[in-house]
């Protein structure tokens, strides 16, 4: 039974939707220890967020964009939090939608994923800067 | 501290919302072994989620198809990833709303879920076929 | 290695989103004992849930119920589960939208957050009453 913990600093993405699987591994060879365990990737920050989806064809992450847009517009006129800009209010919906962590399984020293499934970053400000994750491993 | 996975393969269901509890706990006397622990239970598909709501009136998860089929409609003018079908782009946006998977309390040897919770599988494809769940169990 | 369950009691709360990081915390002081691991935050209920947000301004959380009740309204002509009210089926949506667990990163005794990240209680009900959490920390 092991316990790992690290803090990566991703680079810096436009607002969308960006897979960031090999970035994550590129930082992670601890990984390679596990057996079976379970990896937990954790966002902090409130105006970003994780997913897992389609890791093949790139339209999907620019169709996930333009339906968040849908589903958490910048004009809503009952937003009162306006002041830090209207891609503010918005982003921190899509944020509480899709969520600030991923828990995936660990196999045989590697995320243990389907074969479509990649990670993505949701960024969801127009300038969200770099952002921080906290990676926890555990298994044996 | 033992940590045990294995993979559950579902029967097949049609597009909408189902209660698959038991399914799992058929295919999971293991989790007998724990005391106390964590249940993961993921999904390796891109186009399907799970979630954990009302497990007695069926009416709720027709209107859960319902309601998530106006929040991800067949028709988004805007939707560019469309070769797979009308169904396709909304199943990848129905999944990261929903998530990928669940993590849950284990208290002596059970899932530790309220009186109304049930495991759903959420097939978001009209023909999805059968899903690949991966179940990590880890406690004492 | 050491796991640690317990349920908490919440607070009753009105319908909207709420700050509770402290109530748990207070209730929580075996947190300490963990210098790396993962605290696992279960809702035992389906018409309520769990996020993380903002801690700071309270108006980010008006937007939110404002914003969620135009998501999933009361008033759907195809919603069938009525007889509880007009806020139970939004509040099964609104439930599985935001999930019913987090997981968070243990640091040096401490929920290792963001420093603008909250635990907010979701609460979809007119009248949800004290809601029940399970809290399980594993780790070192």
Redesign the interface.
Known sequence: ?N?F?KEILLSSYPRGFHLITREILEQLPEIRNYR???A?I?????SASL????NA?P??R???E??FN???PED?P????TYEGPDD?PA??K???????????V?DGRF??????GI?LCEHRDRGGRR?L?V?L???
Chains 1, 2, 3 share one sequence.
């Open positions: 039974m316990w913990q079976v365990g379970l937990h954790f966002i902090q920050h409130t997913a897992l989806n389609e064809d339209t999907v620019g169709d996930m333009r339906h849908v589903l958490a809503a009952y937003f009162v939090h209010m921190h919906i944020a509480v939608l899709l969520g600030n962590s991923l828990t995936l399984p196999k243990h994923l389907g074969t479509w499934q993505y921080r906290v926890t555990t298994g044996e």
